[in-house]
């Protein structure tokens, strides 16, 4: 198969940024589109240019390394898939293929297709665990959850912690994610004694490092490549609104 | 927090047993001699691997590395192969630090350079494992010497290889140690399970 790639080129956070044109050809449709970028940058590096940078992990959709938005989408045109499993044969023969960053004022670009996404490690670590107590692991039995929730807070688990909601939200709002991590533990009695500050602080902190506000567009649902739901969003909110309410 | 929460790891309590009692250790300080002699060591290889600017890209040498390993230290290995292997990963790690073009600079982003330098390390790892598969003259689980076999069976040697060891690197161009630790069963006595 044979592409017309416009890859976003950066050099680094300071410098204008462009759209830079490639061709790439001999192309197997069975190649994921990180795969596709291995060749391209392999073709770069032999005739001495720099090659693409990009991030990427596990290559197997569990790690939430790899982002770009493709063809205006975030991840590509699959619903509920990263980019790592997005196949060349979902493109035709031929296609035209726009490449670009996860763009939000918050995820500052680092080099071409890198951004920094750390504001979310800073947002989990005001809230994104549970404390336990060292020693041995007490039996699972002694902690009933109800069946009904337990497949709620996995539902919120799977959250990968990519970033595809805040590049797809107009607002630039990381609500999707921060309401899967507060979900997810305020659903569990794991979670219950920090449950009020964890609210407090994390929404805090999410809003400290620049993250929009919700509109319910629900265009982070649309995007989100582990189908977070929108229904976590309303979940935070009212975890903030008992937690401000009780807190001195 | 149960099941699985992907890209926030959950630790063993083992684990936080051990660093419930390090959370108190203070930073280390970066002033003792043996830490300026480290940084100074990684600098120094980093600058002369990025000045190499040869004709071979990272992923060439990456792929050669797996060839030779898939090649001659799989599950079935022979010391002839072995020992052919061990010239040829010393023969690439020698073509790797003159001839690797790695792109970029070192004050830069550079995801190749980073590539490089673990390349640069499973060369070495690679050598290592090639020396020990050549060590252990028995066949026993994922090791498979074909010399030592009865008809496809793999052949043990209890007497000389019930150790569990660890191997010191001293020098990249010197053979490693080995440091041993005998396992001495008191309550079993060790068997041979046959597969047939």
């Known amino acids: ?248 | 927090m149960q099941g699985l929460a992907d890209g926030y790891f959950v630790i063993p309590y083992t684990i936080g047993n051990y660093l419930s009692s390090e959370i108190f250790t203070k930073a280390i300080p970066t002033d003792h001699p043996a830490f300026a002699e480290a940084e100074k060591q990684a600098k120094e290889s980093a600058e002369k691997l990025i000045g190499v600017k040869g004709k071979k890209t990272v992923d060439d040498f990456h792929k050669e590395l797996g060839k030779i390993m898939w090649e001659y230290c799989g599950m079935a290995r022979t010391a002839e192969g072995l020992t052919h292997a061990r010239k040829l990963i010393q023969d690439l790690r020698k073509e790797f630090w003159s001839n690797v073009n790695i792109p970029g600079s070192l004050n830069e982003f550079n995801p190749e350079f980073d590539k490089a330098g673990r390349v640069a390390d499973f060369i070495e790892l690679g050598e290592l494992m090639v020396i020990d598969a050549l060590n252990r003259n028995e066949s026993c689980g994922g090791h498979f010497r074909s010399e030592y076999q009865d008809a496809g069976e793999a052949k043990r040697d209890d007497e000389k290889y019930a150790y569990v060891a660890a191997w010191e690197h001293k020098a990249v161009d010197a053979d490693p140690v080995l440091h041993k630790e005998e396992l001495v069963y008191e309550n079993i006595q060790l068997q041979v399970r046959s597969y047939k």
């Open chain 1, 1 to 248: 198969m044979k592409f017309n790639l416009k890859v976003w080129r950066q050099k680094n956070a300071k410098a204008q940024g462009k759209l830079v044109d490639y061709t790439i050809d001999n192309i197997n449709a069975d190649m994921s589109f990180l795969e596709m970028v291995d060749v391209l940058n392999d073709n770069l590096t032999r005739k001495g240019e720099d090659p693409i940078a990009f991030d990427h992990d596990c290559r197997e959709g569990i790690c939430g390394m790899c982002s770009m938005y493709i063809s205006g989408r975030a991840h590509g045109p699959h619903h509920a898939a990263t980019t790592c499993q997005l196949y060349m044969r979902s493109f035709k023969d031929g296609d035209t293929i726009y490449v670009e960053p996860f763009r939000a004022g918050a995820f500052p670009i680092i080099k071409d297709l890198v951004t920094d996404r750390s504001a979310f490690d800073r947002i989990i670590a005001k809230g994104g665990f549970v404390s336990v107590n060292t020693g041995q692991a007490q039996d699972a039995n002694n902690l009933p959850v109800d069946k009904a929730d337990a497949e709620k807070a996995m539902d919120a688990a799977a959250c990968i912690g990519c970033g595809a909601c805040v590049a797809a939200c107009p607002n630039s709002a990381a609500m999707l994610f921060v309401s899967a991590k507060i979900s997810q533990l305020a659903l569990l009695p794991q979670g219950g004694p920090e449950r009020n500050n964890r609210a407090i602080n994390m929404v805090n902190q999410m809003d400290e490092e620049g993250f929009g506000n919700c509109t319910n567009i629900g265009a982070c649902e649309a995007e989100c490549p582990k189908e977070i739901k929108l229904t976590n969003i309303a979940r935070m909110n009212r975890e903030y609104l008992v937690a401000s309410l009780i807190n001195e």
